[in-house]
T-cell receptor, first 112, second 114 residues
Framework: SQQGEEDPQALSIQEGENATMNCSYK?????LQWYRQNSGRGLVHLIL?????REKHSGRLRVTLDTSKKSSSLLITASRAADTASYFC????????????FGTGTRLTVIP | NAGVTQTPKFRVLKTGQSMTLLCAQD?????MYWYRQDPGMGLRLIHY???????AKGEVPDGYNVSRLKKQNFLLGLESAAPSQTSVYFC?????????????FGPGTRLLVL
């Protein structure tokens, strides 16, 4: 499977702390994306990082990509209770099917 | 703009019944997708469309059919529902840059097949 795998499966932190989630994948990619899903809702795109990029920022989000290790990390700084959600990485493969492959997600709980 | 909308929000079917899930987008996107989400398995692509009148199979197409008669609509059909099709179904769309670009998701349809 080309599916990414997030680690950890669940993460619980106090408000104000930083949250780090990791994603590993198996095939060469065109880009990697992170999405957030609030309970009972659809996925919302957070950030896209291309294979020739190593780091990208968006507000309190910082994403890194290491194509040699086939891994990515999502850092949320100064977390808020509203950040409580599931976070998914999605990879766009260079070869094979031209669609995104989603991981199984990390469930983040931010305690006020 | 409403973005991506899905109807219905929730449905209960008996085994063997049929139904159609409707997805609509008002962003003039070329590409549209249907996914299913099951616990512990992430999202899996069922079918997708790269434009009006075209459809293609995704990762798990068996038991489903789709149609894209209008650019803004993408329909997912279950001809004979099975309990294994109990899931949450998400529709998504993206700009015409390609299948690998940012996708915009609908709120989902929760389907229970008894």
């Amino acid at each position: 499977s080309q599916q990414g795998e997030e680690d950890p499966q669940a993460l619980s932190i106090q408000e104000g702390e930083n949250a780090t989630m990791n994603c590993s994948y198996k095939t060469s990619i065109n880009n990697l994306q992170w999405y957030r899903q609030n309970s009972g809702r659809g996925l919302v795109h957070l950030i896209l990082i291309r294979s020739n990029e190593r780091e990208k920022h968006s507000g309190r989000l910082r994403v890194t990509l290491d194509t040699s290790k086939k891994s990515s990390s999502l850092l949320i700084t100064a977390s808020r209770a509203a950040d409580t959600a599931s976070y998914f990485c999605a990879t766009a493969s260079l070869t094979g099917a031209n669609n995104l492959f989603f991981g199984t997600g990390t469930r983040l709980t931010v305690i006020p | 703009n409403a973005g991506v909308t899905q109807t219905p929000k929730f449905r209960v079917l008996k085994t063997g019944q049929s139904m159609t899930l409707l997805c609509a987008q008002d962003m003039n996107h070329e590409y549209m997708y249907w996914y299913r989400q099951d616990p512990g398995m992430g999202l899996r692509l069922i079918h997708y469309s790269v434009g009006e009148g075209t459809t293609a199979k995704g990762e798990v197409p068996d038991g489903y059919n789709v149609s894209r008669l209008k650019k803004q609509n993408f329909l997912l059909g279950l001809e004979s529902a099975a309990p294994s099709q109990t899931s949450v179904y998400f529709c998504a769309s993206s700009y015409s840059k390609g299948l690998q670009e940012t996708q915009y998701f609908g709120p989902g349809t929760r389907l229970l097949v008894l």
